[in-house]
C-alpha cells in the first residue's frame, strides 16, 4: 500500500528533525499511525536502518500511515546525542506533528534496540495503542523505572543469537514486569536480523 514516501523537516526542542512520511495512495484511510525509532545514534543508527525500514513496510502493507525520524544529531536532524532524554522530546514532538497532520489515529509506537528505550519510555505519556519492541537494550539502559500503561497491545521482538542485547537477559526481565509483552523469538537471529529480514516482515506484519 506504500505508494511512496517524502522527507521532510519538522520543528523540535532543539532544532529540526528530519522525517520520512509514508504517502498512502489516494482513498484509502489510514487504520493508524505508527512512528519508528531507530537505533542508537552513536553507532550509525539512523532511520536508513534496515530493521526500520522492514518495520515501516510492514506497517504500511496493513494500512498504517507510517513516519520514520532521526533522532537529534542524526543524518539531517539537528542538536547532539543527549544520552535517551533528549531523544525522548525527539519522538514527543514528532507524535505531536503528526497527530496534527493526521488526526485522531490509533497511535503505535514502534522501535528497534535504542529506539525501543525510547518508545518505552514515552508509550504512557503519549497515549499509545500499540508498542512493537525490537531487541530491547535491557543491559544497556535502565528499565526499571519505565511506567507502561496498563492495558496495551505490546509485541516484543527478539533474536536468540543477539550479540549486542542477551536474549537471556530479554527473558529475565520480561519475568519482572506487568504488562507483559506478546513474545515472537527467533532463535538464529542475531542483533541486526542478517537474513532474517522477511522473517522479521512477516511477524510485524502478524502483529497488527
Given at each position: ?6 522527507v521532510?523537516m519538522?520543528?523540535?526542542?532543539v ?5 520520512r ?6 482513498g484509502?484511510a489510514?487504520?493508524g499511525?505508527?512512528?519508528?525509532c ?12 534496515k ?9 504500511s ?12 544529531g ?11 532524554v533528549g531523544e525522548?522530546?525527539?519522538l514527543?514532538?514528532?507524535?505531536n506533528?503528526a ?7 490509533p ?5 528497534f534496540s535504542?529506539?525501543?528505550y525510547i ?23 535502565d528499565f ?10 505490546w ?14 537477559k530479554?527473558?529475565?526481565w ?8 506478546d513474545?515472537?523469538w ?5 542483533h ?7 522473517w ?8 497488527l
Amino acid at each position: 500500500m506504500l505508494q511512496k514516501t517524502q522527507v521532510c523537516m519538522i520543528k523540535g526542542v532543539v532544532g529540526d528533525i528530519e522525517c520520512r512520511v509514508g504517502q498512502l495512495k489516494p482513498g484509502l484511510a489510514p487504520r493508524g499511525l505508527v512512528v519508528v525509532c531507530h537505533p542508537h545514534p552513536l553507532y550509525d543508527g539512523s532511520m536508513n536502518n534496515k530493521v526500520v525500514t522492514t518495520i515501516e513496510k510492514a506497517f504500511s502493507h496493513a494500512g498504517w500511515q507510517t513516519l520514520a525520524f532521526n533522532f537529534r544529531g542524526v543524518g539531517q536532524s539537528e542538536g547532539f546525542y543527549d544520552h535517551g532524554v533528549g531523544e525522548q522530546l525527539d519522538l514527543s514532538a514528532v507524535v505531536n506533528w503528526a497527530q496534527g497532520q493526521y488526526g485522531d489515529l490509533p497511535l503505535a509506537l514502534a522501535g528497534f534496540s535504542f529506539g525501543s528505550y525510547i518508545c518505552l519510555q514515552q508509550a504512557k505519556e503519549l497515549g499509545a495503542h500499540k508498542l512493537l519492541t525490537v531487541a530491547p537494550p535491557v543491559n544497556l539502559y535502565d528499565f526499571s523505572d519505565i511506567d507502561l500503561p496498563v492495558r496495551m497491545d505490546w509485541s516484543l521482538i527478539q533474536g536468540g543469537q543477539d550479540e549486542v542485547v542477551p536474549a537471556y537477559k530479554v527473558a529475565n526481565w520480561m519475568r519482572g514486569i506487568k504488562p507483559r509483552p506478546d513474545v515472537y523469538w527467533r532463535e538464529p537471529a542475531g542483533h541486526y536480523f542478517h537474513g532474517e529480514l522477511l522473517w522479521l516482515r512477516k511477524v510485524v506484519s502478524l502483529t497488527l
